[in-house]
């Protein structure tokens, strides 16, 4: 794939600190802090200028799912400021650090960039509001309750005298920040709540964004990486000498225990020499491992003894033994690799007195705390300025951050020399955090007249929490309950239906594949898991797959509202044109409610036409009903590619598949028509946007797939099976 792409320069001053990838951060001053371009800053979220252009500080990352725009609009929305007038600013995780973490949490993650931020980034916009207002009822003298503030003017009704807030800016900002403001109600809301533009398509499309693999610094050597290919694997030796004397080539050097990399002047010379660089690796007994043992592994857990329970009812195992019919199903899902176009990079820089990285990451924090690690220094020496990423999918998310510790050390070993270390498309492939492998039996009972009356769900595979974090698994006694997404007890991952007698556990199965968050997560494969079986269900009690589940979704009105929505708008119950078929799908996730229903067809019979998904969701908000639709459609291009294409298998201890021609990705062309329909229902409780649509792409598909050719297909990808996407 080719990109445009204009190449950024950083000053020498950018490189010393302050300034990063021309993003302007703020900086003390002696009464009042500024921005990099002089704003005073009223409050931490908000800094104006003179000419009444409006900095609105965001420290959630942006990877294309339009959180920074949604950000901004609420911070506008309380403010009243003039939209037109507004930009971005990304403080850092070390300006953080000095300021007690003003601006909260930097993880983008879990779709919680707006969820978990809404409210304290709306009261940092009131709080600019009401400084503003005050500054200018000080300045009259009037109280300020006889002012009003609009699109940037505020305007003194008695005495019919306005200003703006740029000429008031520099006085509000010497005032105290109030801490009890009240935010609107979103019924109220002018700006919030619209479909407008997203602050970063123009430099996207005209090719003037920064990616981190855009940097370029006076003095940059490029570094290329090669990493042990089995995980686990150390480096046992290898000959610099072979390639010292080649063009370019500043110093080969051993990254921790498991890397080699080689320094150059360009990354093609560095990539070129670490091709030719003798290495021998001592890959010990991982190397054994391959895609067959790992499977077997997860078959004995699903009907092993011990299990984590996640969600638990009544008696599933009594209910089900005395059930006048069972119904039993085993299902998998693979490794998969996130494949950001953007592949790995970080660009460092070392000296004794101070350590720096600029690149791509989905939580400045968790980068800055690796920073701190790698480099042996105090957080005052140490920073984070952050590009655009390329592409996250949660491999950014910092569990772990490989790629910024290689970095450091490598800068380490080049002291005062700003290092752009990029992994190669081959490299992020072989040394992914991958989507965890899972299989799944489920069992269901039912009672003569088509009654569900128990359920057993057992899980064997992997835990992410157990590689990443394993201190909340051992608060959870030994359970990840993030392995239950989608099927668990209680919270926003709960389990949908209502069934009188339950057992949803986890036979816990690690293998040496690292595993990581990977967009929707755990979601992924359970909404296939237990959507495809809520079908074999419906097929056996003799009933409509819709009609089965809603009376399953008695209890569930926000889930049967979704279900309902996305079945009616694809036309349940109503005959489908000659050829296509229908299926359907429901979840909670990450606190929305979300339903898929879709039509295909099917030609000589492995050929599949996806021709249209309805998505429905509930979110409780809608910040930006435009990009909520995008985000739907694009959780539908992951979903449905990881569906048909998508799988890493292990060999000999390492991934088999090392770039696009292997690991696949649907085109443009193969995209079903998407439709969206928003069911923003409010209450206390925020939904996600980003991740919850992707699961329901792939078991409403397979449902339909199955209704099309009598076919149950239980394992992905589909390619598999002999099935093409069309």
Same mark, same amino acid.
């Given at each position: ?48 200028? *003179? ?39 990304? #403080? ?25 931020? =809404? ?17 200018? &009822? ?66 996207? %499309? ?5 990616? +981190?693999?855009?940097?370029?610094? *006076? ?52 990539? $070129? ?47 089900? &033994? ?15 690799? =996130? ?31 690796? %920073?701190?690690?790698?480099? +042996?220094? #105090? ?27 290689? &970095? ?47 359920? =057993? ?29 989608? %099927?668990?007890?209680?919270?926003? =991952? ?101 339903? +898929? ?18 998505? &429905? ?31 890493? @298998? ?25 439709? $969206? ?15 919850? $649509? ?14 099309? @050719? ?17």
């Amino acid at each position: 794939m080719q990109m445009n792409r204009r190449t950024f320069i950083v000053s020498s001053a950018a490189v010393t600190g302050g300034l990063a990838l021309g993003l302007r951060l703020p900086f003390g001053g002696p009464s009042i802090a500024r921005a990099q371009d002089g704003s005073p800053e009223v409050g931490v979220w908000v800094a104006i200028g *003179p000419d009444d252009s409006v900095n609105i500080r965001v420290v959630r990352s942006e990877m294309g799912q339009g959180t920074i725009t949604g950000l901004a609009q609420l911070v506008a929305e309380e403010l009243e400021c003039d939209w037109s007038k507004v930009k971005i600013e990304y #403080p850092t995780p070390g300006e953080s650090v000095k300021r007690k973490r003003a601006w909260g949490d930097f993880s983008t993650g879990g779709s919680r960039g707006i969820r978990e931020s =809404h409210e304290y980034v709306r009261k940092g916009g009131a709080a600019a509001r009401v400084m503003l207002v005050q500054a200018a &009822a000080d300045q009259w003298k009037v109280p300020a309750s006889e002012c009003t503030a609009a699109n940037s003017v505020i305007t003194h009704a008695p005495s019919k005298r306005r200003t703006t807030y740029g000429k008031v800016a520099e006085a509000a900002a010497r005032l105290p920040v109030p801490q009890d403001v009240k935010l609107k109600d979103p019924k109220d809301w002018k700006l919030a709540g619209k479909p407008v533009k997203r602050l970063d398509t123009r430099d996207k %499309v005209t090719g003037k964004m920064v990616y +981190g693999i855009d940097l370029k610094m *006076p003095g940059l050597l490029n570094a290329a990486i090669k990493a042990c290919p089995v995980f686990g694997g150390t480096v046992k030796s290898f000959d610099a000498g072979a390639v010292s004397s080649m063009q370019g080539v500043r110093k080969v050097v051993q990254v921790g225990d498991n890397a080699v990399a080689v320094v150059a002047q360009t990354w093609w010379q560095a990539k $070129t020499a670490l091709d030719k660089l003798p290495i021998v690796w001592d890959e010990g007994d991982n190397a054994k491992v391959s895609s067959a043992t790992i499977a077997e592994m997860l078959k004995a857990g699903l009907d092993a003894d011990q299990a984590f329970v996640g969600n638990q009812n009544g008696n599933a195992k009594e209910a089900l &033994a005395g059930a006048a019919k069972k119904v039993e199903a085993v299902y998998a899902y693979p490794f998969q690799n =996130h494949a950001c176009m953007e592949p790995m990079n970080i660009t460092a820089r070392y000296t004794p007195q101070k350590c720096e990285i600029w690149g791509p990451t989905q939580n400045g924090e968790a980068a800055f705390a690796a %920073v701190l690690d790698a480099s +042996g220094l #105090p957080a005052d020496k140490v920073d984070v300025y952050k590009t655009m990423l390329g592409g996250g999918f949660g491999r950014r998310g910092g569990y772990p951050n490989d790629y910024v510790t290689q &970095a450091v050390l490598i800068a380490k070993q080049l002291p005062g020399t700003p290092i752009k270390l990029l992994w190669s498309r081959e490299e992020d492939m072989l040394h992914g955090r991958y989507h965890p492998v899972m299989q799944c039996k489920l069992v269901g009972g039912l009672d003569a007249t088509g009654n569900l009356t128990g359920l =057993h769900m057992r899980l064997s595979g992997q835990s992410i929490l157990a590689a990443v974090r394993p201190a909340v698994v051992q608060e959870q006694k030994g359970r990840d309950p993030l392995s239950f997404q989608g %099927v668990f007890e209680s919270g926003e =991952h709960s389990f949908s239906y209502t069934v009188p007698n339950l057992l949803i556990d986890h036979a816990m199965r690690n293998t040496h594949v690292p595993p990581g968050f990977w967009r929707g997560v755990n979601i992924n494969q359970n909404a296939i898991f237990i959507e495809c079986f809520m079908d074999e269900l419906a097929e056996a009690a003799g009933q409509d797959a819709l009609e089965f589940r809603r009376k399953l979704l008695a209890n569930n009105p926000r889930g049967l509202g979704v279900l309902n929505a996305a079945a009616e708008k694809i036309g349940w119950g109503t005959p489908a044109p000659q050829g296509v078929y229908r299926g359907l799908a429901v979840l909670k996730a990450f606190n929305s409610y979300v339903a +898929g229903a879709a039509e295909i067809s099917v030609s000589d019979g492995n050929k599949v036409k996806v021709r249209r998904i309805v998505g &429905a969701t509930d979110p409780g908000y809608a910040v930006n009903p435009a990009q909520i639709e995008r985000q739907v459609a694009g959780s539908f291009v992951y979903g449905l590619s990881a569906l048909f294409f998508q799988e890493c @298998t292990v060999k000999d201890g390492q991934i088999e598949q090392t770039n696009f021609h292997d690991y696949n990705s649907m085109r443009i062309a193969q995209m079903p028509k998407v439709e $969206t329909v928003l069911l923003p229902t409010g209450g206390t409780v925020w939904g996600g946007i980003g991740e919850p $649509t992707i699961c329901v792409a792939a078991p409403a598909v397979l449902n339909a797939f199955y209704r099309a @050719t009598g076919k149950r297909l239980r394992s992905v990808p589909l390619k598999n099976h002999g099935v093409e996407l069309i």
